[in-house]
């Protein structure tokens, strides 16, 4: 069974209340907001990628930038309908530096990703879905609390201690950085590893 949420968080709008107010670890302070996942509750997967982005930031949703794009794209390529997913990330505040005036994405450390672990598990637990995706090794090192090579185990499903099966995936970041030639390729390849999910959804 998924962990019991922090006692004074019940609502997914408490979640994004809580973590608005957080700065637990310094990414918080720089952010224009937190941003929490969004989906249907008891959804069949939760989807679950590294933290917002820069339009996601700005408008408080998850994955609705490039990445977020093409994962709709994939997930409706794998048979998997978005709307009866939960999407999210591990980490709830943006991370960024500042080059002139565009802000550069810049990865969480692992003190930030345990930092905030405890939000991502009030999450799966009022979310309660039945298995989970971890898109990149962020959300693998949060999701599975151990570093994940996620090259050598993408498509495949990784138990965690409470019993929920995590698939390993790439971030569909990844698949923005990947030369045109070698684009379709590596898209094909993303598809697949989210079709192990699709039986989830066949009943
Ligand atoms: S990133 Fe997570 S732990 Fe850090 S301040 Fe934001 S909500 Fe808190």
Do not use: Y
């Not at 309908?81 to 550069?104: C, D, M």
């Not at 692992?110 to 962020?138: F, K, M, N, S, Y």
């Amino acid at each position: 069974m998924p962990e019991r949420p922090d006692a004074g968080i019940r609502t997914l709008a408490q979640l994004k209340a809580a973590t608005l107010a957080c700065r637990e670890c310094p990414i918080g302070e720089f952010a224009t907001q937190s941003v929490i996942g969004e989906g249907r509750l008891k959804a069949r997967l939760m989807l679950v990628g590294e933290q917002p982005g820069d339009q996601e930031d700005l408008q408080g949703h998850p994955f609705i930038g490039p990445a977020g794009k093409l994962l709709s794209r994939a997930l409706e390529a794998a048979g998997i309908p978005r709307e009866q997913a939960f999407v999210s990330n591990a980490v709830k505040h943006f991370k960024f530096e500042l080059r002139g005036k565009r802000r550069i994405h810049k990865s969480p450390t692992q003190r930030e990703i345990a930092a905030c672990h405890h939000w991502l598990a009030d999450e799966i637990a009022l979310v309660q879905p039945e298995a989970l995706v971890a898109l990149g090794a962020t959300a693998a090192r949060s999701l599975l609390g151990r570093a994940v090579p996620v090259t050598a185990n993408r498509g495949q499903w990784l138990p965690r201690e409470d019993g929920l099966q995590v698939l390993v995936t790439l971030h569909p970041s990844a698949l923005l950085r990947v030369d045109p030639e070698g684009r379709e390729a590596a898209f094909e390849a993303f598809v697949d590893d989210l079709r192990q999910a699709q039986r989830l959804f066949r009943r």
